[in-house]
């Protein structure tokens, strides 16, 4: 669909107020929010992480698209969250420490908020412990950990660690996402799901709640 394309392309070029006029108009027309994010922003963003791989562009073009796609994003994310919902479970949520990519970890976010969960968002460059001594005190029932970076994929694995060494491993569930990884990193670090993406995110949480 042409204006779908024009999203990804206005995306590409960093151009954030046209994504957010472009976004509002695919919502006008009555386009469902879930393909304008795949197939227009997401879509974009894919495109954006294949030139920046082999040097076509450089970081501040990334980071013009990254505002872009929160223009789109900020639009798409009253419509993906129902109001008022009994919350059936709660998830404590980050990108870890070393790590400033957000989108994928807020995207998953709302997709959990929008399944009726209530999500406590630690923002990313978490460190470990932060994520453990939250679950605890806010007595969560997931640890949702997003990683993008290759780098700083054992962090997750410090996580699992704490988890271990505060006697919640087992009892608090851990999700572990992002682009690098699968699942068996996330068996080797002792993580009790990957999940692909936040529809994924979604139906793990449910099943470890019963829910699903
Ligand atoms: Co960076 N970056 N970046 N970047 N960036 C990648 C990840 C990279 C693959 C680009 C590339 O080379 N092709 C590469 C990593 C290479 C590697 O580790 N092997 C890279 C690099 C190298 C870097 C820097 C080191 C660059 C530098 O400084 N020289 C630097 C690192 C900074 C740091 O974090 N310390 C850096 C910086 C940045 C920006 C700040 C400019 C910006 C981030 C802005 C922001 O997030 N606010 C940025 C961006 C935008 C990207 C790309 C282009 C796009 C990421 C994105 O938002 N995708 C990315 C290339 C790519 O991924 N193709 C790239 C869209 C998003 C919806 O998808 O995040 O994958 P994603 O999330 C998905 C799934 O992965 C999954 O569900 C989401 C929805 O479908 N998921 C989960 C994610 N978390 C989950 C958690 C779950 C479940 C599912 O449960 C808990």
Known sequence: MEILKQISESLEKGDFNRVGELTQ??????????VILDDGLIAGMSIVGQKFKVHEIFLPDVLLAAKAMYAGMDLLKPLMI??????????????VQGDLHDIGKNLVSIMLKGAGLDVIDLGNDVPPAKFVDTAI????????????????MPVMGEVVEMA??????GKVKIIVGGAPLNADYAEQIGADAYCF????????????????
Not at 82 to 95: A, Q
Not at 137 to 152: H, K, Q, R
Not at 164 to 169: C, Q, S
Not at 197 to 212: E, T
């Open 25 to 34: 108009q695919a919502l006008d027309q009555g386009l469902d929010p879930k």
């Open 82 to 95: 129902k109001e008022n919902i009994p919350s059936i479970g709660k998830v404590v949520m980050g990108t």
């Open 137 to 152: 005190s806010e007595n969560a029932d997931v640890i949702g950990i997003s990683t993008l970076l290759t780098t700083t």
């Open 164 to 169: 271990k060494e505060r006697g919640v491993y």
């Open 197 to 212: 993406d936040g529809v994924n995110a979604v139906d793990c949480v449910k099943r470890f709640l019963g829910a699903g």
